[in-house]
């Protein structure tokens, strides 16, 4: 497509913008002149603020301060949020943890994941997925994705597993779903836990129940950046009332709940919320619903303009994925309808036009990580040279390596102004994409 044609183009879509209403008056169709090449930005307001907080949140950490009451063994701060986090989800137990990682940790530990067990996660997540499979010395077994919902691709998942596969953990990325029929089908044939990490997909629903519901249990995280957020935090929620009592016995230095002291019965830690965090949490509960609508009020909207922009493809769902969180808007970015111009111009580009944006994960399974772990010498005298190998050629994952040479994102705090911020981000692209040959010369 040509300057001309494609000012045509844009034009014409910035007409069909006002079938939107009042706020779609703030897209201009002058895509002349990007910010980095000295013209003026598209937007130069700041994004909606992180975290929302008024008095509600105010008042809840006064009233778990003034209780002095700041442990939860002997508050009820955290029990609140527990019995208050179980109830959204549609669970049966919730046991809150310090972080979503010590959420993780506790559910490999209540299934006793040890040394020469393995456990299947994807590559394309949070560093999180893949340690707390490390911290109990089993071997990490990465399945690719699935490129076009940059999810674990479930139709993989069979070949990886062998008598010593011990869990499997798919994580529901960016707020959007595995392919949870899939993952259960193949976990149930080989009489595999499934410990979902939804630390990422707070609210999102598979076939109209919550993620993390749906195996053995799931994981969540609090931590600042999150949907949900208390600074740190995390829970797990299942419906097993056994493995409920376990998870709290690991997060409690492996005592069964309601026993004193002396009675500890396996391996655990403190992995405790704090009542600061279980008060901070029920006040912020009281803003999940609304928050959740508006992002993906204008999430679709955004996508339903960016897939018509050539070399943007938004992230995809599952059709069982009937709720997606949009923790993250994820899209993958084609440079050859950009004039060649590279993912990390285009972001530099789009950045100076007032859109914050990032490229997402780096290739987790060629990292350091890995490698310090093939030189590990507890793991060199755990794990056979040939399983050791095994584990390497699992770390090829062609599509993951694929995505993040391509990946683009927006955070979820940027889907909670009003849709004409929709309108800036898809009319930023637009510039770049007409002024890319420029760009690329400059
Ligand atoms: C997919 C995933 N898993 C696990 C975690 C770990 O959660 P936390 O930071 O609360 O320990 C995160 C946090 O970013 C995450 O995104």
């Known amino acids: 497509m040509n300057r001309r044609e494609f000012l045509a183009t ?115 997540t949070f560093v999180a997925t893949y340690n707390v499979i490390t911290m109990h010395y089993a071997l990490p077994i990465f399945v690719d994705i699935d490129i076009a919902t940059s999810q674990l691709d479930a139709e993989k998942i069979e070949a990886a597993i062998t008598p010593n596969t011990k869990a499997i953990i798919p994580v529901h990325l960016g707020g959007n779903c595995c392919d949870m029929d899939k993952i259960l089908e193949v976990a149930k044939k080989h009489n595999i836990p499934v410990i979902e990490d939804a630390c990422q997909s707070h609210l999102a629903e598979w076939r109209g129940k919550m993620v993390g519901t749906w195996g053995t249990a799931g994981c969540f995280s609090f931590q600042a950046s999150k949907n949900l957020n208390a600074g740190e935090g995390g829970a797990i929620v299942t419906n097993d009332d056994d493995f409920a009592n376990l998870c709290f016995g690991f997060q409690d230095q492996g005592r069964p709940k309601g026993t004193k002291f002396e009675h500890h019965y396996t391996r655990g830690a403190n992995l405790r919320m704090t009542e600061f965090q279980g008060a901070l949490l029920q006040a912020q509960m009281t803003r999940i619903e609304e928050q959740a609508k508006r992002r993906t009020e204008n999430a679709k909207y955004l996508e339903s303009m960016l897939k018509d ?41 789009l950045n100076r036009e007032g859109i914050e944006c990032a490229a997402g994960y780096v290739h987790m399974p060629k990292g350091t990580h890995i490698q310090n772990l093939l030189a590990n010498r507890h793991y060199q005298r755990l794990y056979s040279k040939d399983v050791l190998e095994r584990f390497a050629a699992h770390c090829e994952c062609p599509q993951n390596k694929a995505l993040c040479e391509v990946n683009v994102r927006f955070t979820q705090n940027q889907l909670l102004g009003p849709r004409s911020d929709m309108n800036q981000i898809a009319e930023a692209i637009r510039k770049i994409q007409v002024n890319a040959a420029e760009i690329m010369k400059a």
């Open 10 to 124: 844009s034009a014409a879509a910035s007409v069909g913008f006002s079938l939107f209403g009042a706020e779609s008056s703030t897209v201009s169709t002058s895509l002349s002149h990007p910010a980095i090449l000295g013209g003026n930005p598209v937007r130069t307001t700041a994004w909606p603020a992180w975290p929302v907080f008024d008095e509600t949140e105010e008042s809840a950490m006064l009233k778990a301060l003034r209780g002095g009451k700041w442990f939860r063994g002997s508050g009820n701060q955290v029990v609140g949020f527990e019995k208050a986090y179980a109830k959204r989800a549609g669970a049966k137990h919730c046991v809150a943890t310090s972080s979503g990682t010590t959420a993780l940790l506790t559910t490999l530990g209540a299934l006793n994941i040890g040394p020469g067990d393995e456990v299947i996660l994807p590559p394309y």
């Open 309 to 349: 922009i050539p070399g943007i493809q938004p992230q995809q769902s599952y059709a069982g994925c009937t709720r997606n969180a949009y923790h993250l808007f994820a899209f993958r970015y084609n440079a050859e309808h950009f004039a060649g111009l590279s993912r990390d111009k285009f972001m530099h580009a």
